[in-house]
């Protein structure tokens, strides 16, 4: 068992510092207190951080910590606290490790028993969420989803049935593509996207999947889609062609014959062995 208490002491600290997700008077002072205080920040983007770390006319040292470098990196910041020094770890915008760099980082801290300190600050899928008007709790926050059609549809066949609020990231470029394929598995259900959140052009997208599909061309910048839950909401119906089609659609993916049966089955409302038997007789 590991037992923190995070201001008993003296030891070297790892501060794991929110920062503002785009309207940077969110920025917390204790936030800039914190960063003032270490000895190295450990950012996503050098170039980028030292921008906003001018603004609040910070001068601590920056040392670059992402996905790329990932496992060096942590090697390079435990020495730093074996040395005696005090490190914040911040991401671009928001809280690290929120689908940013951070989490083989913080365990190797904890397991060489140095203390892990969270310093509060905007969070996109919390801001997005409270001004949803979705029931807020229970929530399941998923992140970006799979670039590859065969895991993008698996998750979204697992979740499907969450008695949860659903909470996604997405890019512009993507939107559409993940809206679409929502509306496929888990149904016309309410949704909101939100976009350019704290920013001047912060906007509240509301209505159903559908709806936001309609609009989700030339939407700019970065997004969060918050989807009801699974009130029991009718999925498309498919007809015998329909279920061939996307049998062979699941195949193309990288499905075996056996698993994309089986996928289509639970999409399409039909018996496994009605589908199996409707591909085979196609195949015949």
Do not use: W
Request: charged share 25%.
């Amino acid at each position: 068992m590991n037992r923190q208490k995070s201001f008993e002491s003296e030891h070297p600290k790892l501060y794991i510092v929110a920062t503002p997700i785009g309207n940077l008077s969110e920025m917390t002072p204790r936030a800039i207190e914190i960063l003032n205080e270490v000895d190295v920040i450990a950012c996503e983007d050098t170039r980028h951080s030292a921008k906003m770390l001018k603004h609040f006319n910070i001068k601590t040292k920056l040392i670059s910590h992402q996905k790329f470098n990932e496992s060096e990196s942590v090697k390079g910041i435990l020495m730093l606290l074996h040395q005696g020094h005090h490190v914040a770890l911040i991401s671009d915008a928001g809280y690290p490790l929120i689908s940013d760099p951070g989490h083989e980082l913080v365990n190797a801290v904890i397991q060489h028993g140095y203390n892990v300190i969270p310093v509060s600050g905007s969070s996109a899928l919390l801001n997005a969420l409270v001004a949803s008007g979705l029931v807020t709790q229970p929530f399941y926050f998923h992140g970006f989803l799979p670039n590859q059609a065969k895991e993008l549809v698996g998750v979204l066949t697992r979740i499907r049935h969450y008695q949860a609020t659903l909470i996604l990231y997405e890019s512009p470029h993507r939107i559409a593509k993940t809206l679409k394929h929502c509306l496929e598995y888990l149904g016309d259900r309410k949704a909101v996207l939100v976009r350019e959140l704290t920013k001047m052009h912060e906007e509240f997208l509301r209505g159903t999947l559908s709806e936001l599909l309609e609009e989700a061309t030339n939407l700019k910048g970065e997004m969060v889609l918050i989807i009801d839950k699974d009130e029991g909401t009718k999925l498309p119906d498919m007809d015998l062609s329909d279920v061939y089609a996307k049998i062979e659609e699941f195949i193309s993916n990288g499905y075996s014959a056996k698993d994309a049966i089986s996928e289509v089955a639970k999409i399409s409302g039909y018996r496994k062995k009605q589908v199996y038997e409707l591909y085979h007789s196609k195949r015949c």
